[in-house]
């Protein structure tokens, strides 16, 4: 089973610099509608499935078109809503640097608990329960291997990502996740496999290869000396990307 994890647009509280958390009405801006209309083209070819999202605003405004085009209606699942951050919630990013719990959240967040909020470990806890359970639902449903989308917020993806890598929740800040990018993990009988990380590339038809029902490999486990690759491409669609250089 692969979820695509996809981190909602830009949104009003990024560009205030602000901690939205849970308040209500926080929506995308001209850019992140432009990311959420983006989708379409970057996966709109895929075999999506299923798509799960966060109950926000911003994260339903951005799977919108995408939904549209597949087909699919967004599936909430409050398990994936943004951290409460509590009493923090609203707050200027500038006016937090100075909090004694900030450099807990940087650099030992498997002891941060926000002030009248929740605990970064209950995040990740929340978290990747409602992923492999979503997972263990949809192989029921479905009886094949499933691509999916699940749809939430950056603090989310990345404990998700650091229980993928195995990575203590300490660590989880060192992995960057963009607004409106992509991070893919395949969950194995034995393991998870992360396939990317914070791509906000236009080029992922190579996912498709993930999944077995469309006739690519299915990964059960690393292959000795490497993997061989899902595409005919041999840059990986790296040199299609904006932010390349030759």
Known sequence: MTVILLRHGVSTSNTAR?????????????????????????????????????????????VAPLADKLGLEPEPDERLLEVDYGDWTGK????????????????????A????????????FRAVSAVRERDRQFA???????????????????????????????????????????????????APYVWRVNDTGPELSGLAAISPRTGGESRSGPVPGGETGTTDST????????????
């Open 92 to 111: 200027a990013l500038a006016d937090l640097v100075s909090e004694p719990l900030w450099k807990v959240v940087q650099r030992h967040a498997s002891a």
């Open 18 to 62: 602000t901690l939205a958390g849970r308040s209500a009405g926080v929506d995308l801006t001209d850019r992140g509608r432009e990311q959420a209309h983006a989708l379409v083209q970057r996966l709109g070819s895929l075999p999506i499935e299923h798509i799960v999202c966060s109950p926000l605003l911003r994260c339903q405004r951005t």
């Open 113 to 124: 608990t926000f002030p009248a909020g929740e605990s970064l470990a209950q995040v990740q």
């Open 140 to 190: 029921a449903r479905h009886g094949s291997d499933v691509l999916w989308i699940a749809c939430t917020h950056g603090d989310v993806i990345k404990s998700l990502l650091a229980d993928a890598f195995g990575l203590h929740l300490d660590g989880f800040q060192r992995i960057v996740v963009e607004p409106a990018s992509i991070s893919v993990i395949r969950y194995t009988p034995t």
């Open 235 to 246: 840059d990986n669609g790296v040199a299609q990307r904006p932010d390349s250089s030759v």
